[in-house]
């Protein structure tokens, strides 16, 4: 099967989306299939090519087996609601252009978080007369609502329309969390169609090892506990909380927040713990992929935080499974959802609410000095890892692929395993004990 993929995200970015979508295609490969990924110049989240490439009308490479068309867009940064829409604006079209150029594919694929993205593939699967499947990373637009990039208004209501044109118009959906799916099924998606494929970890890169002692000394983490936040840094990370929490542990000078990655808002961040002169903070670049096992190995402890919106009760946070890959204890902080649940019930860390920097504090400080309950969710964190084996995923996808490509018969009963009630709401869920 040729199996046509739009991501405006790819390698060498290392962000979720790009992450998931290459450890996914590399599976398929060895399966036999062939994987085209029409994306743009790597830019993200600095918005600045990275260096070897141009943004350029076109450029074609292969990457572990797969062929890789880039086309030219209008890039920016990670931030401000305009130019960003304008940036996926330009992919849509360019990408629907430059998915012609491969030869025919078996289905299109397009993915989220934003939809632009989905309709370039969309128009590309009326054009090829392949079938259209929906990969859905987050729930766009409520989620940008959320953060407070956008108001209610006409063009958000504008977006909900053609968010819900495109979940009915693609042959599958396919969400990455539970919620997700119960959502479609709430607003009259057909859940017949609805395959849930939660991201992952890849076992062959992410594993236990011990701290690089020459790494800690180049970020000058040495003899510290260190609680890493490694990813982006957002407006959907509310990580100013993490700044108090941190405030509120100067009395105790072992522990060190170590922030990785680049961000909407990380250049606000830095400048206020300089403001506040906090000693026990520090920011570093977005680090190449190859490094990244490196700065794993140097958490004690691997924070995911989260704002405190409805919405984000439905996300699943991809650094979870990559901590379990690791071995490393995770510190959830976030509202009461589908990742709480998932933290508890596989016993791989704490979790405390969203935006709740005196109780981040005292679970930092609780892990910090009880090494006992760190060793063991640990060891529980590890445990965990194979439940959610990113090769798996990629296997349990391409069913879904599959099927959708065929055009016939109902979507795998295996594909489907773990799909929800779609009578079941978020907020009906009961919790797992801690």
Same mark, same amino acid.
């Given at each position: 099967?040729?199996?046509?993929?739009?991501?405006?995200?790819?390698?060498?970015?290392?962000?979720?989306?790009?992450?998931?979508?290459?450890?996914?295609?590399?599976?398929?490969?060895?399966?036999?299939?062939?994987?085209?990924?029409?994306?743009?110049?790597?830019?993200?989240?600095?918005?600045?090519?990275?260096? $070897?490439?141009?943004?350029?009308?076109?450029?074609?490479?292969?990457?572990?087996?797969?062929?890789?068309?880039?086309?030219?867009?209008?890039?920016?940064?990670?931030?401000?609601?305009? @130019?960003?829409?304008?940036?996926?604006?330009?992919?849509?079209?360019? $990408?629907?252009?430059? $998915?012609?150029?491969?030869?025919?594919?078996?289905?299109?694929?397009?993915?989220?978080?934003?939809?632009?993205?989905?309709?370039?593939?969309?128009?590309?699967?009326?054009?090829?007369?392949?079938?259209?499947?929906?990969?859905? #990373?987050?729930?766009?637009?409520?989620?940008?609502?959320?953060?407070?990039?956008?108001?209610?208004?006409?063009?958000?209501?504008?977006?909900?329309?053609?968010?819900?044109?495109?979940?009915?118009?693609?042959?599958?959906?396919?969400?990455?969390?539970?919620?997700?799916?119960?959502? @479609?099924?709430?607003?009259?998606?057909?859940?017949?169609?609805?395959?849930?494929?939660?991201?992952?970890?890849?076992?062959?890169?992410?594993?236990?090892?011990?701290?690089?002692?020459?790494?800690?000394?180049?970020?000058?983490?040495?003899?510290?506990?260190?609680?890493?936040?490694?990813?982006?840094?957002?407006?959907?990370?509310?990580?100013?909380?993490?700044?108090?929490? !941190?405030?509120?542990?100067?009395?105790?000078?072992?522990?060190?927040?170590?922030?990785?990655?680049?961000?909407?808002?990380?250049?606000?961040?830095?400048?206020?713990?300089?403001?506040?002169?906090?000693?026990?903070?520090?920011?570093?670049?977005?680090? !190449?992929?190859?490094?990244?096992?490196?700065?794993?190995?140097?958490?004690?402890?691997?924070?995911?935080?989260?704002?405190?919106?409805?919405?984000?009760?439905?996300?699943?946070?991809?650094?979870?499974?990559?901590?379990?890959?690791?071995?490393?204890?995770?510190?959830?902080?976030?509202?009461?959802?589908?990742?709480?649940?998932?933290? #508890?019930?596989?016993?791989?860390?704490?979790?405390?609410?969203?935006?709740?920097?005196?109780?981040?504090?005292?679970?930092?400080?609780?892990?910090?000095?009880?090494?006992?309950?760190?060793?063991?969710?640990?060891?529980?964190?590890?445990?965990?890892?194979?439940?959610?084996?990113?090769? !798996?995923?990629?296997?349990?996808?391409?069913?879904?692929?599959?099927?959708?490509?065929?055009?016939?018969?109902?979507?795998?009963?295996?594909? #489907?395993?773990?799909?929800?009630?779609?009578?079941?709401?978020?907020?009906?869920?009961?919790?797992?004990?801690?």
């Amino acid at each position: 099967m040729h199996i046509l993929f739009l991501s405006d995200n790819f390698p060498p970015e290392t962000n979720a989306p790009a992450t998931r979508l290459h450890e996914h295609a590399r599976t398929w490969i060895r399966e036999g299939h062939s994987v085209t990924v029409v994306t743009c110049a790597p830019n993200f989240p600095q918005g600045r090519v990275y260096a $070897g490439y141009r943004n350029r009308w076109i450029q074609r490479e292969t990457i572990d087996g797969i062929e890789v068309i880039r086309v030219k867009t209008f890039i920016t940064r990670n931030s401000g609601f305009a @130019l960003r829409t304008l940036d996926y604006l330009s992919f849509m079209v360019m $990408g629907f252009f430059g $998915g012609l150029l491969p030869r025919r594919p078996d289905v299109v694929v397009g993915t989220s978080p934003q939809f632009f993205c989905a309709v370039g593939a969309w128009l590309l699967s009326i054009v090829r007369r392949k079938p259209f499947v929906f990969e859905l #990373r987050d729930l766009w637009p409520a989620s940008i609502e959320a953060v407070g990039a956008v108001r209610q208004s006409f063009v958000l209501r504008m977006l909900e329309k053609l968010e819900l044109f495109l979940y009915r118009r693609a042959k599958a959906v396919i969400p990455v969390t539970h919620s997700f799916a119960r959502d @479609l099924a709430s607003r009259g998606i057909d859940g017949a169609k609805i395959s849930v494929i939660t991201n992952g970890v890849d076992l062959s890169r992410y594993s236990p090892r011990k701290r690089s002692e020459q790494v800690a000394e180049e970020f000058g983490v040495s003899e510290k506990h260190v609680v890493g936040y490694l990813g982006t840094h957002g407006m959907a990370h509310a990580l100013e909380n993490v700044l108090d929490a !941190a405030e509120g542990l100067t009395d105790l000078p072992k522990v060190h927040f170590l922030f990785v990655g680049h961000g909407a808002a990380k250049e606000n961040l830095v400048a206020e713990a300089h403001r506040r002169k906090l000693t026990n903070v520090s920011f570093h670049d977005l680090q !190449a992929k190859g490094r990244m096992q490196d700065l794993w190995s140097l958490c004690d402890t691997v924070l995911v935080h989260l704002k405190d919106q409805e919405v984000f009760e439905t996300v699943i946070p991809s650094k979870i499974f990559e901590a379990m890959g690791m071995g490393k204890p995770v510190l959830l902080a976030s509202p009461d959802g589908e990742a709480a649940d998932i933290v #508890r019930s596989t016993g791989c860390g704490v979790w405390v609410p969203a935006e709740d920097p005196v109780q981040l504090a005292e679970a930092v400080r609780r892990l910090a000095n009880d090494a006992e309950l760190s060793s063991s969710l640990a060891h529980a964190s590890h445990a965990a890892a194979s439940l959610y084996s990113r090769e !798996a995923h990629a296997t349990q996808m391409i069913e879904v692929l599959s099927w959708a490509a065929a055009g016939t018969g109902q979507l795998p009963q295996q594909a #489907r395993v773990g799909q929800p009630e779609a009578s079941v709401s978020t907020k009906d869920r009961k919790p797992i004990a801690a």
